[in-house]
């Protein structure tokens, strides 16, 4: 495992491109889910710089706060409730432009303005956490976010699912 990340690139293409191949690295052989979840966070807003980075656990029946780097969070979240109980009900990555146009919204932050939220499933195909990324800065994420952050959360599932 490597301890130092180098990210190559000015594109948010590009940077990507050269993150993954670094997080694969950075997780291999570590069976730890909360240090791997710790570090991906750390290294995703190093990289990018977005306001608040996350990870929700599903326990009981709802969205529990994992590791994150950020602002005070949401500790529970429910099934269907803002957009990480949505991407959870729905299996699906959900970006918002704009989160106070998002029905149902949970404002853990005034600041966040724009979300992407990734779900994270085990080898049966279920969801079992999210990634959930804010930003400060209205319509910060799209389609390249989109795939990687999808791509970053499959290296998640190999873990989850040992």
Same mark, same amino acid.
């Given at each position: 495992? %490597?301890?130092?990340?180098?990210?190559?690139?000015? %594109?948010?293409?590009?940077?990507?491109?050269?993150? @993954?191949?670094?997080?694969?690295?950075?997780?291999?052989?570590?069976?730890? #889910?909360?240090?791997?979840?710790?570090?991906?966070?750390?290294?995703?807003?190093?990289?990018?710089?977005?306001?608040?980075?996350?990870?929700? #656990?599903?326990?009981?029946?709802? @969205?529990? @706060?994992?590791?994150?780097?950020? /602002? @005070?969070? +949401?500790?529970?979240?429910?099934?269907?409730?803002?957009? +990480?109980?949505?991407?959870?009900?729905?299996?699906?990555?959900?970006?918002?432009? &704009?989160?106070?146009?998002?029905?149902?919204?949970?404002? +853990? %932050?005034?600041?966040?303005?724009?979300?992407? =939220?990734?779900?994270?499933?085990?080898?049966?195909?279920? =969801?079992?956490? =999210?990634? &959930?990324?804010?930003?400060?800065?209205?319509? /910060?994420?799209?389609?390249?976010?989109?795939?990687?952050?999808?791509?970053?959360?499959?290296?998640?599932?190999?873990?989850? %699912?040992?």
């Amino acid at each position: 495992m %490597s301890e130092e990340i180098h990210i190559t690139g000015t %594109s948010k293409e590009e940077k990507y491109i050269s993150l @993954l191949p670094q997080l694969k690295a950075l997780v291999e052989g570590e069976e730890d #889910l909360i240090a791997n979840l710790a570090n991906i966070t750390a290294v995703i807003k190093q990289t990018f710089g977005f306001f608040w980075v996350g990870f929700y #656990l599903v326990k009981n029946n709802q @969205l529990v @706060l994992g590791p994150f780097q950020g /602002t @005070l969070a +949401c500790t529970r979240i429910a099934l269907g409730k803002g957009v +990480c109980g949505a991407a959870w009900k729905d299996a699906k990555t959900i970006i918002v432009e &704009d989160v106070d146009k998002f029905p149902g919204h949970i404002a +853990c %932050s005034s600041d966040s303005k724009s979300e992407i =939220v990734v779900p994270i499933f085990n080898h049966q195909k279920e =969801v079992v956490a =999210v990634l &959930d990324v804010d930003d400060d800065v209205y319509a /910060t994420f799209d389609e390249t976010d989109k795939l990687h952050l999808e791509k970053i959360a499959s290296l998640v599932t190999a873990i989850v %699912s040992k």
